[in-house]
């Protein structure tokens, strides 16, 4: 279900295994509120630790400017692996990481196993 203008995109946050675990909704336009929630649920649940992260974007419909900044600030994950599926994803994802500096390494992925295995290889940062 694709949000309405001004509805809340809330993503679903876990921590597993020491993965953090990001699940935007189907349809989802994520918004500078949208992506500020999440980046404070991140650094809630992992407190003074840091995590790597999986961000599941394969349904994500748009990102808009504001949240791109929000995402572009640093947070508890150690390192962000974003995984899509379509070329649309792919196109997203360099959007975001060309134009943003971002406060840790990161990567687009469409292999789910790859992207556990870049995580778990890079393990936390110190």
Not at 16 to 34: F, K, Q, T
Not at 56 to 69: F, I, L, N, P, Q
Not at 93 to 122: D, V, Y
């Amino acid at each position: 279900m694709t949000n309405q203008p001004g509805e809340s995109s809330a993503g679903d946050l876990s921590l597993e295994d020491g993965v953090l675990y990001l699940r935007w909704p189907r349809g989802a336009v994520i918004s500078e509120a949208d992506a500020g929630n999440a980046m404070s649920r991140v650094n809630e649940l992992c407190g003074e630790n840091r995590h790597p992260m999986l961000v599941d974007m394969a349904t994500t419909e748009k990102v808009s400017r504001g949240a791109r900044a929000v995402f572009g600030r640093p947070c508890q994950a150690s390192r962000i692996a974003l995984l899509g599926a379509s070329p649309v994803d792919k196109v997203m994802a360099n959007f975001i990481l060309g134009i943003n500096k971002l406060p840790c390494p990161t990567r687009f992925f469409t292999s789910r196993e790859e992207a556990m295995s870049w995580l778990k290889l890079q393990g936390p940062a110190a």
